[in-house]
């Protein structure tokens, strides 16, 4: 099992999840340049956090047409397992893996700081280990997080359980208090909270293991 | 010598390619809240401007483009705008082709 980590530049999670997946579960991990193809012997893909490409024009708006991306595309539809954590979940919203877009937070503030989520795991590969409303803690940072898409598509969404994580206290004035998607067939997540940022005891809050863990199981 | 790219260069006897100016001004949905325009529209006011209705923030972008006629022009930038200029879920756009000759714009 090794992960493979995109980096953007502008990518600012990148080692922080190389820690956590290696670090405090012993799973390898490979660093994927932007510009190169290659995803041979990666068994699963992470798009970490940060400012790809400087979040020019729109959050992940650029990112969607680098080379790595395209094979990203390829490869969650042969069903590999993709996880898009805060600007990585932008990354996946405009690349089409999941709907929505993530626009600015409702009073503009940058939020850092921990956040109550309750989980609906549904078919999400991702989140086998946690249980069916289990409440989790995970740290929140960021300043475009408000989940913005339209009434039926989240009506739609909430139908087919696919609204993986919500937020018990709604922080930046997502609709429907998303904080993160599954896509019908499980393998790609996207959240705004930070899962490898509670993995390590040292840090505080280990909720964020079971989620890196799944690849595991 | 050849330069790739600069088909002028190369072929001095070429009709000049037509060059077209043009902006797109990219739109928050009507529906989509808009914090920035609403906390810019507090401080009109703080400024002491009254009677601001609504202030809302979008972008503009320039361009300039070379292509045979204004019809390939106005294609491709339509093609620009919808695919990576605007977010269709969030976003709205308009095309202005800006050359008094060829403009169309409403």
């Known amino acids: ?217 | 010598m050849r330069l790739a790219g600069l088909a002028r260069f190369n072929n001095r006897d070429a009709p000049p390619v037509p060059r077209f100016h043009a902006r797109v001004l990219v739109r928050l949905r009507p529906s989509v809240l808009d914090p920035a325009g609403e906390a810019s529209m507090a401080a009109a006011k703080r400024l002491g401007v009254e009677g601001l209705a609504s202030l809302r923030i979008g972008k503009a972008i320039e361009l300039e483009i070379e292509a045979p006629d204004a019809d390939a022009a106005r294609s491709r930038l339509e093609l620009l705008s919808e695919r990576l200029l605007a977010n269709p879920v969030i976003e709205n756009w308009t095309l202005e082709m800006l050359d008094p000759a060829t403009s169309t714009a409403p």
């Open chain 1, 1 to 217: 099992m090794t992960i493979g980590v995109a980096v953007f530049p502008g990518s600012n999670c990148d080692r922080d999840v190389k820690w956590a997946a290696e670090g405090c579960l012993g799973i390898p991990t490979r660093f994927l340049w932007h510009e190169e193809r290659d995803l041979a012997g990666v068994d699963a893909v992470v798009l970490p956090g940060g400012f790809s490409y400087g979040d020019y024009l729109r959050c992940g708006a650029l990112a969607r047409f680098s080379p790595l991306l395209e094979e990203v595309v390829a490869f969650a539809a042969r069903g590999g397992p993709v996880l898009g954590i805060c600007n990585g979940f932008q990354v996946l919203t405009e690349l089409g893996l999941l709907p929505g877009a993530l626009t600015r937070n409702r009073h503009l503030h940058f939020l850092c700081e921990p956040a109550e989520l309750t989980v609906q795991p549904g078919t999400c590969r991702w989140l086998g280990g946690y249980g069916a409303g289990e409440t989790i803690s995970l740290p929140i940072a960021h300043g475009e997080g408000r989940y913005q898409v339209d009434d039926v598509t989240l009506h739609r969404l909430e139908q087919e359980g696919l609204v993986a994580l919500r937020y018990r206290r709604n922080p930046n004035g997502s609709v429907g208090d998303v904080a993160g998607l599954s896509n019908p067939t499980g393998n790609v997540l996207g959240l705004m909270p930070h899962p490898e940022r509670a993995c390590d005891p040292l840090t505080g809050g280990l909720d964020g293991r079971r989620l890196l863990a799944s690849l595991l199981g």
